[in-house]
T-cell receptor, first 112, second 113 residues
């Protein structure tokens, strides 16, 4: 069964820093990997989706990479801002694209 | 607004009661899900429907019964509520294209007292 782990569980950085969030998964037979953001009391908002054949995706200050063979993905946030404070979750989709397995998230706090 | 909408946002009830949570999506998506998020923020899949057909039924007590009257709606009925059912329940949807992300509702916080 697929297991998804995110490290660190929490991260506090000063504004302006570049930072990396990590996601690892045990079964490399995935369809795609998604990074989400969750604000308190809200649902999840999709940030980036990487297909299993891709190595990375970029959106603005966010860059996500995927190394399927080693079971790892990273989310790089450039020039962090207080508005980036949220919980970031990664999810991997099974090969039949029906199930998504989530990590427990990294809670990010960007201090002004 | 195009979205996944859930009602109610908050639900407080006593043990033993029966309650329902409703979900609607106007995105034209084919597949809908129910996820449960526990106090440690861990999201676990419960059910999934594709065009009104049940395709995923995880190890969930049979007190939980999903119902999809059409592909835009997926409701969750819970019988004989227990304290351990307290959690945030999220509805999500996606199209049948592999390059499209999941879209989530804002969640229903269920508190069983």
């Amino acid at each position: 069964k697929q297991e998804v782990t995110q490290i660190p569980a929490a991260l506090s950085v000063p504004e302006g820093e570049n930072l990396v969030l990590n996601c690892s998964f045990t079964d490399s037979a995935i369809y795609n990997l998604q990074w989400f953001r969750q604000d308190p009391g809200k649902g999840l908002t999709s940030l980036l989706l990487i297909q299993s054949s891709q190595r990375e995706q970029t959106s603005g200050r966010l860059n996500a990479s995927l190394d399927k063979s080693s079971g790892r993905s990273t989310l790089y946030i450039a020039a962090s801002q207080p508005g980036d404070s949220a919980t970031y979750l990664c999810a991997v989709a099974t090969r039949d694209f029906n199930k998504f397995y989530f990590g427990s998230g990294t809670k990010l706090n960007v201090k002004p | 607004d195009t979205a996944v909408s859930q009602t109610p946002k908050y639900l407080v009830t006593q043990m033993g009661n029966d309650k329902s949570i409703k979900c609607e999506q106007n995105l034209g998506h084919d597949t809908m899900y129910w996820y449960k998020q526990d106090s440690k923020k861990f999201l676990k899949i419960m059910f999934s429907y594709n065009n009104k057909e049940l395709i995923i039924n995880e190890t969930v007590p049979n007190r939980f019964s999903p119902k999809s009257p059409d592909k835009a709606h997926l409701n969750l009925h819970i019988n004989s509520l227990e304290l351990g059912d307290s959690a945030v329940y999220f509805c999500a949807s996606r199209p049948n294209r592999g390059d499209s992300p999941l879209h989530f509702g804002n969640g229903t916080r269920l508190t069983v007292t």
